[in-house]
Nanobody, 127 residues
Framework: QVQLVESGGGLVQAGGSLRVSCVAS????????MGWFRQAPGKERAFVAA????????YYADSVKGRFTISRDNAKNTVYLQMNSLKPEDTAIYYC????????????????????WGQGTQVTVSS
């Protein structure tokens, strides 16, 4: 069992930065791929970024590539999403998720491979 708790969301002006964090409980964190997804009002949940269990591989949605960075600290059971050059269209609830079943990295953009989810943290970017 893995429990995930996100934090760090808030209100920021366009062009600004935020870092959201996700702390995991459970022994499987360090062997799990982790993902960030977001959901804006009236829209479906969308892939943002994912990272391999050891941090060696990171993958991004085209819409955030070059602006967002995913990282992890297995000693702290924490995964981060650094968001720079934020745009109003980045406004959404951001969720972290854990994949404990060693799915192929090519499936990490699919929310269905993740077994555990946090409650989400709101990120609002004003224009």
């Amino acid at each position: 069992q893995v429990q995930l708790v996100e934090s760090g969301g808030g209100l920021v002006q366009a062009g600004g930065s935020l870092r959201v964090s996700c702390v995991a409980s459970g022994r499987t964190f360090s062997s799990s791929a982790m993902g960030w997804f977001r959901q804006a009002p009236g829209k479906e949940r969308a892939f943002v970024a994912a990272i391999s269990w050891n941090g060696a591989g990171a993958y991004y949605a085209d819409s955030v590539k070059g602006r967002f960075t995913i990282s992890r600290d297995n000693a702290k059971n924490t995964v981060y999403l650094q968001m720079n050059s934020l745009k109003p269209e980045d406004t959404a609830i951001y969720y972290c998720a854990a994949d404990t079943t060693y799915s192929d990295y090519r499936s990490w953009s699919d929310w269905r491979v993740y077994e555990y989810w946090g409650q989400g943290t709101q990120v609002t970017v004003s224009s």
